[in-house]
């Protein structure tokens, strides 16, 4: 069946690239998508990229696809206290978001 | 413009009983979505309403239910609550059906003791 991995938890210093990594297993996945969680929040969406796309950059926020792999991370830049949450990847073949397969989420933690 | 919002934000209820949980989607927007996001599970996805019809709906007992009203609102509910029950209910809409850029509320926090 379809599986989104995600690492637990990452550290990282303030002002450093955070870079979160995800893997998923289906293979006709056509949109991959970057979810935030604030503390007590929703998710926020974040960034989504297409399959037949590499990379796509949106301000501090730096998406990469590795189709072969399926692999993909998200790079935040300049990493800032706000950044702390929760970040979900997730993946759809499209058709409507009940067919979203989410990651068990990263936690982002920012030591100063 | 007004987000995806959902009331209660925090409800306490004893095993057994029954919970109602509402949310108002993105003006607009026809799709609803229903995912429960349980410690320790993830994200999994409930139910899909669009235009007030049940389009799909996930690997969850009937005892979770829902309806759309005509407005697009949305309600969920569920019956002869468990402890397992005890999770953050969000809900989220689409422009459209069968789109998959979803914008999700802030949740309801369901406690069951």
């Known amino acids: 069946g379809e599986d989104v991995e995600q690492s637990l938890f990452l550290s990282v210093r303030e002002g450093d690239s955070s870079v979160i990594n995800c893997t998923y297993t289906?293979?006709?996945?056509?949109?991959l998508y970057w979810y935030k969680q604030e503390p007590g929040a929703g998710l926020q969406l974040l960034t989504y990229?297409?399959?037949?796309?590499d990379m796509k950059q949106d301000q501090r926020l730096t998406v990469l696809l590795n189709k072969k792999d399926k692999h993909l991370s998200l790079r935040i830049a300049d990493t800032q206290t706000g950044d702390s949450a929760i970040y979900f990847c997730?993946?759809?073949?499209?058709?409507?978001?009940?067919?979203?397969?989410f990651g068990k989420g990263t936690h982002l933690i920012i030591q100063p | 413009e007004a987000g995806v919002t959902q009331s209660p934000t925090h409800l306490i209820k004893t095993r057994g009983q029954q919970a109602t949980l509402r949310c108002s989607p993105i003006?607009?927007?026809?799709?609803v979505y229903w995912y429960q996001q349980a410690l320790g599970l993830g994200l999994q996805f409930l139910l899909w309403?669009?235009?007030?019809?049940?389009?799909n709906r996930g690997n969850f007992p009937p005892r979770f239910s829902g309806r759309q009203f005509p407005n697009y609102s949305s309600e969920l509910n569920v019956n002869a609550l468990e402890l397992e029950d005890s999770a953050l209910y969000l809900c989220?809409?689409?422009?459209?059906?069968?789109?998959?850029?979803?914008?999700f509320g802030q949740g309801t926090r369901l406690t069951v003791v």
């Open positions: 989220a809409s689409t422009p459209f059906l069968g789109d998959t850029e979803a914008f």
């Open positions: 289906d293979s006709s996945s056509t949109y």
């Open positions: 990229i297409f399959s037949n796309m």
């Open positions: 997730a993946e759809s073949m499209g058709g409507g978001a009940d067919g979203l397969t």
């Open positions: 003006s607009g927007h026809t799709s």
């Open positions: 309403y669009d235009e007030g019809e049940e389009r």
